[in-house]
């Protein structure tokens, strides 16, 4: 909403790096794709295939790799992770709202809370007793901070988010609405027929530089806390359950469910709707296929996949139905194999 | 809540067509299933499997197709497609509660914002800075409506709805309770071992008589808006990407992923839990089994399908297992084809 | 937050019975796990594995099975199932935060409904018009209560909660934050090209003692009620559709779906991620594991599973590949044994 800044691209290379080739007075505006870029966009080519949309671009200027430095003519800024530096590009011409610092009248404040003056609380949110809201720290519209919760410097709450007492939310992160941090994790004793619920006593921790996607969940520990590292990026609608241990700058796509206790190491990537089972461990630098369930611990990085290819209905149905006899046919193999070893031996 | 209306049968059929046999004076307050209708009630047979049930049916009057004509000697209306009838019906008889226009004492509305006299805000609602709330559109309680967002004419969001700024939802549609729109979406870029966010600079744009149900969440764009076109149905628990383009009049069961920048055709079905790969393209009329997962695009019509099926624990163990030496088990069979056919060469 | 009470261990015993040995004055404040736990706190074992922890603990007390009644030197209560007795006593310690009754200022409750004197209303909550809240209920911040609805005595709210018009939740009952209870149904009937809604004109009727946990959905019927029995437990993010009926005790981990008109059984376990497709029967007693897709109706107790087991993304695209040919593999090896038969009937 705010007045977009113009930069030059001499400032872009100056602040970010890189090689300038070109005039360093070209005016940009804002980020664009190649394809709908005009003359105050700047673009950028993160991958051979787009250069047939290079030659044709309408950009005023691009972010290209090494390999590409003389893939077009237009005013270029060249660089070892093109697509980082348009992130880095893309976050200077496109900053976050600004905050703007205070306690909204309709906002709702218990007593003991603490509120950093440069934090700002939004139209009917709820701060809990003793909760804390650092710095620069912002509350969205109706969204609901428990008792004793803290809320790092500059984290921003967007609106209808809700975080249940006794949770610690660290610095930079981002969460977005719907996302419910602390509700009671699903611990359940069975006693004769019936289910008695086990209070969740522990908190959810969450580090810094985190984003928690909307209508995610977190919830809070049995005994001990939930535990999610600095830079973990999670997508909307992921379920991470009681005591889960997510590490540093593993990245989770959307509709992803995490069991209870698991523990997944840093620098993972999860595809989308993956589930993971409970109490299992995850290496580092493991990469699991969008869709996968995984059963058991990982302690090998790699690329881990399990999913049922898809077809027409009619080809599906002609091949699934052998899953069932799958033991049958690899006994029958087997048989085969024996009668015709025993004719090679009867015919020898 | 409001009071029924009562309407003669003669006036329904006068309304929506169809022939109508029996006496057209039959008074009719509600629709019912045949096995709980009783004299006031009007209810349907769409499948022949009711016919049984319509033999014992206590309704005043029912609604069939041509093949059913006779079928029953009760007071029926006879078209073409009973179902759909059946829902025009149903909505003569339980119109949606009358919007009360006017702001909520307890509702904030920023500067700038338009609101038609006819619309609704609720309690607690939030309406951002030059937001436009279309005649007859309705703010449920605690919902929150972003900067320059657009809400066309007699669009109902329901309760604690977030729609963040800059997007557009267009005339007749219905959100329901939880649903996120516009949220970030995922867009990171990996360099040196961290993650560096991608601002989210599109929007969401929807089209007219569009439903998006509970908890639902669309993701704003990355560079170029999100679209969903007219008439497109979405159920609960559904994560649309950043970028994802959906075509007029598709219909998508509940708990399905679509991630980024996937391009679904027009009148398309998803069924419930599918999941979809990014930048995948899906052709107008194509029909996804419920639990597939898409990973690749899909050109021509027709249903498509991609489950395990499930069994007994005992069973499926027995079997699943082979599903990892399935390669080695080709060779086998090869390996014995080869060893009868050389026989029969050995033997000739 | 509140103060927690000391008990000491000949207190707990009297309470919930067990044999205790050990000095009965040994002071308990909390519950701890066998390795994090302190002088005041009793932990418990449930599982062989946990005894070399039992061995280590650092714990006042512990609670275990006849089995262990010699295992540790600890003061200790013998039991017959020491994590449902762990539970007891942790609900004990740890007993739910004091509902402070009365009306929030900044609520809004409309005519006609009805309030009991020692319920509680957050603040920015909605209490529609001629709802119906319980003694002990606690309605949390910015939670919506729909017009007639009933909200039974001791059921707790929490914050940002939609329960739409018309439903029912009975007494006990915990419902987290961001659930949606009561949105439409997905019922829509095909007509010429485009959807008409039909309305959904059932409710939501939850019985007794029932959990639900953060963002879970669980529609009203589109004719007759949505029925969840008592003591039915729901994790996060389910997904319950229109006239789904689920049996008294049932638990459903996070995740779930569950299509329209299916009904499950009492004392069933549905594990994270399953789906199962509308109008099947589910009969008591039944296990699903974790994402398992069921696609017909179980009639027998017992555990049903049907995922496909996981691997590196190298060795399932070698195998994968064959389930399409899994037909024509199975004729394969019909006609070997043909021919291996014949051979045998040519050399006999």
Same mark, same amino acid.
């Given at each position: ?10 400032? *872009?290379?100056?602040?970010? %790096? %890189? ?22 966009? *700047?673009?950028? @080519? ?15 200027? @691009? ?20 697509y980082?530096?348009?992130a ?26 603490? *509120? ?29 901070? %428990? ?9 921003l709450l967007y609106a209808n988010v809700s @975080? ?5 939310i660290?610095?930079?992160c981002i969460v977005h609405s719907g996302a419910v941090i602390?509700a ?9 027929? @019936? &289910? ?8 959810v921790?969450i580090?810094?530089d985190v984003e928690v996607g909307a209508n995610t969940t977190i919830d ?6 939930t535990?999610i590292e600095?830079g973990v990026k999670m997508d909307n609608q992921i379920q991470i359950a009681?005591?889960v241990?997510i590490g540093?700058n593993t990245a989770i796509a959307a509709c992803v469910g995490i069991a209870g206790?698991a523990?997944i190491g840093?620098n993972c990537a999860i595809g989308g709707a993956a589930m993971l089972r409970?109490?299992?461990?995850i290496?580092?630098?493991v990469s699991i296929s969008a869709g996968t369930l995984v ?8 690329e881990y996949t399990g999913v049922y290819?898809f077809?027409?209905?009619?080809? &599906? ?28 031996? %009867?015919?020898?």
């Open positions: 909403m705010a007045k977009r800044q113009l930069y030059n691209l001499g400032e *872009i290379a100056r602040r970010f %790096g %890189g090689d300038l080739i070109g005039d360093a007075a070209t005016r940009i505006s804002q980020v664009a794709s190649l394809e709908s870029a005009t003359a105050f966009d *700047i673009s950028f @080519v993160s991958h051979p295939r787009f250069l047939s949309e290079l030659a044709k671009t309408k950009a005023g200027a @691009v972010i290209v790799g090494a390999h590409d430095r003389d893939a077009t003519a237009l005013p270029r800024i060249i660089c070892a992770n093109p980082a530096y348009f880095r590009v893309s976050a200077l011409l496109n900053p976050p709202a600004a905050v703007e610092a205070g306690v909204h009248k309709t906002a709702v404040v218990e007593r003991g809370a603490k *509120i950093a003056d440069s934090a700002s609380i939004g139209a009917g949110a709820y701060i809990g007793k003793k909760a804390n809201i650092g710095p620069g720290a912002s509350i969205g519209a109706g969204t609901f901070i %428990g008792d004793g919760t803290t809320i790092g410097a500059e984290t @975080v249940y007492h006794g949770c610690t660290g610095k930079r602390g009671d994790g699903f611990g359940l004793a069975h006693d004769n027929g @019936v &289910w008695l619920k086990i209070p969740q006593i522990g908190g921790v580090g810094n809070r520990g049995a005994l001990h806390d535990v600095d009681h005591n241990k540093a206790s523990t840093r409970g109490h299992i461990v290496a580092d630098n059963q058991k611990e990982i302690l090998e990085p790699g290819p077809t027409t209905f009619r080809r &599906w149905v002609r091949n699934a139905a052998h899953l069932q006899e799958l033991d049958e046919l690899v006994k029958r193999v087997r048989r085969l194999e024996r009668g015709l070893e025993s004719k090679k031996g %009867g015919t020898s």
